[in-house]
Nanobody, 120 residues
């Protein structure tokens, strides 16, 4: 079994920063892409950023220039550094990972999400 656990969310004022972490644990043979999505209340889930096993990254326009995704392969952990936060960044942020497990092939796993609230 594989689990993804997000941490680092919370409440900040506009212009503040947060660093989200997502740690994968369990029987992981290898990990390919790791991705952050977010879902604001009443809205659809949207892509925030993704990072491949080779370190290449992709960003949605919403976080471009403000957000940075990175990973630590030794720790099976992905990070999302968020700077200059805006109220419209308020959402539940979800981590997902493309994981290969011995005997089970490749499967996408999702974390439970962490709440980010940006307000005065």
């Amino acid at each position: 079994q594989v689990q993804l656990v997000e941490s680092g969310g919370g409440w900040v004022q506009p212009g503040g920063s947060l660093r989200l972490s997502c740690a994968a644990s369990g029987s992981i043979f290898s990990m390919n892409a790791m991705v952050w999505h977010r879902q604001a209340a009443g809205k659809e889930r949207e892509l925030v950023a993704g990072i491949n096993s080779d370190g290449s990254t992709n960003y949605a326009d919403s976080g471009k220039g403000r957000f940075t995704i990175s990973r630590d392969n030794a720790k099976n952990t992905v990070y999302l550094q968020m700077n200059s936060l805006k109220p419209e960044d308020t959402a539940v942020y979800y981590c997902s990972a493309d994981v290969t497990r011995r005997g089970f092939g490749r499967t996408i796993y999702w974390g439970q999400g962490t709440q980010v609230t940006v307000s005065s």
